[in-house]
């Protein structure tokens, strides 16, 4: 039974991984999986990478609530650093550990959103058994995937998903407040990327910081007047453009034709953007950014 366990491991860690968004989690939840189908024994298992997938996902949707429950700061899943002088083995530890280095934002799925979204447009597991783990219909749970798949492509929370509304947590709070300072900045970004679809060298002035920053592809280009006349370029009427977080800031994936083509992080403080940093290299970013992203 071991060795049937064994070969199905790497499998399971990365539906836990997908789902918890920690190999240190995943590892806990593919070690439960374990024990319980050793509790259980395989006989009269018909089919067994089925069986954990079942017993594994249900494990991380529990892992989920419990998060919810303690009032923890939602997962914050991260991306390589996309400055000219990233420390090289500070990136490959990244690009290890999160495995593919670009997620659209995911912790703002309830667990049951994100269990269906990955299970389903991940790794292809039928609706019927992704409502089995849930304990739901099967025509909720192509609802609840569906919604999820909205609102990471969007970017949007889910209702009763903000972590504030853990009453009386200060985690929760403290969370709530990086989510309201995301979405605050996520407007400005908003603003900015409708000014360079526009061409409006004006209106993008409005929302970028005198001295600000922007690096791309090695070159630094310096004040707003400057950044404002590149951005302009910026623009395709052919791109999608998706929300994303990159090193744990806002920013944006932008794709033509299905392909990532650019990945955008802004910071931004006081209300107007201050850097901005752009990826634009096609063989890196077929690295780091995931099919399901784009």
Excluded: N
Aim: with cysteine.
């Amino acid at each position: 039974m071991t060795d049937e366990f064994d070969a199905h491991r790497p499998y399971l860690h990365a539906v836990a991984y997908r789902i918890l968004g920690s190999h240190a989690d995943a590892d806990d939840a593919v070690q439960e999986a374990w024990l319980r189908l050793a509790r259980t024994g395989s006989d009269g298992i018909e089919d067994l990478r089925g069986w954990l997938t079942t017993v594994t996902s249900r494990i991380c949707l529990d892992a989920l609530r419990a998060r919810g429950r303690r009032g923890e700061e939602p997962l914050e899943l991260l991306v390589g650093s996309l400055s000219d002088d990233a420390d090289p083995e500070r990136e490959a530890m990244l690009a290890e550990s999160v495995g593919l280095a670009l997620y659209v934002v995911m912790d703002a799925l309830t667990p049951a959103e994100r269990v269906s979204f990955v299970l389903h447009d991940v790794f292809d597991v039928p609706f019927d058994t992704i409502a089995g783990v849930l304990g739901r219909s099967t025509a909720a749970t192509k609802m609840l995937a569906s919604r999820a798949r909205s609102r990471v492509r969007l970017g949007r929370p889910s209702a009763g998903s903000h972590p504030s509304s853990q009453a009386g947590s200060q985690a929760g709070s403290q969370a709530g407040s990086q989510i309201g300072d995301r979405a605050a900045a996520r407007q400005v970004i908003d603003a900015f990327l409708a000014a360079a679809g526009r061409g409006d060298v004006a209106g993008l002035l409005t929302v970028l910081a005198p001295d600000i920053e922007l690096h791309a592809s090695g070159t630094l280009i310096r004040g707003a007047t400057a950044v404002a006349t590149q951005a302009t370029t910026f623009a395709r009427p052919d791109a999608a453009v998706h929300p994303a977080l990159v090193d744990g800031v806002p920013g944006v994936l932008v794709a033509v034709g299905g392909r990532p083509v650019t990945v955008m992080a802004f910071t931004v403080a006081g209300g107007v953007i201050t850097r901005i940093d752009t990826l634009t290299d096609p063989a890196r970013l077929a690295q780091i950014v995931p099919s399901w992203a784009v």
